[in-house]
């Protein structure tokens, strides 16, 4: 709904770092009209968002989830409170993993670094039970994020290409796709590390950690 709000401005901060990267092969100042073409998208999308009629909309859509939200309760308590929905995330994030490993098209890394976070969150949750291991854990993770978070920028950016039309277009997406390539590299390399185990063993290890922590 207000996504176009954080979409806005990663447009020109992707394309920055993009030039930035490879300022050794280009010189920046011959992407001025992509750069211009860009920033005036941007400015379309931030209006659009914007607007009172969607910023109302939100906001009660904002308010509806908060209502609900006060009216969950947990069925359990303790370790059984938290491990279904623990094993469901880490499942659902290693399945995402192997779709992206198989079929690297974007959407599948999108929906992997969807999924990676919410392991993420789980973990940074979980850290105090035991820091010494969970705490790196979830570093390594939020690195996972990071990168996969790139891709869909440089995804964003390619597709904004698409709609502006600037001058050298094919030579920016030429860098896209290599620095695409570069992050997808690195994404698989983590994700073999962090979703090696199945779920139940994944879930496993944390209960030792929970009960350790509660002993």
Known sequence: MLSNVRDAPILLDTAHNLFDRFGDRYDKSHFGDAEDKLR??????TSAATDPERLQHARLQTEKARACATRIKP???GWRA??????QTFRKARKAYLRSRQNGDSANFHE???D????????????????????P???????????LGEMHDLDLLSRALQRTKPKRAAEIDALIEHRWRELRVGALILGHDLFAEKPKRFA???HACWRNWHR
């Open 40 to 45: 005036r998208l941007s400015d379309r999308m």
């Open 75 to 77: 069925s359990s308590n």
């Open 82 to 87: 938290i491990s279904p929905g623990l094993r």
């Open 112 to 114: 992997w670094r969807k």
């Open 116 to 135: 990676a976070k919410y392991v993420r969150y789980h973990i940074e949750l979980l850290s105090r039970s035991r820091p010494r291991r969970l705490e």
């Open 137 to 147: 854990l979830a570093e390594e993770l939020h690195r996972l994020t990071d990168l």
């Open 204 to 206: 496993k290890d944390l």
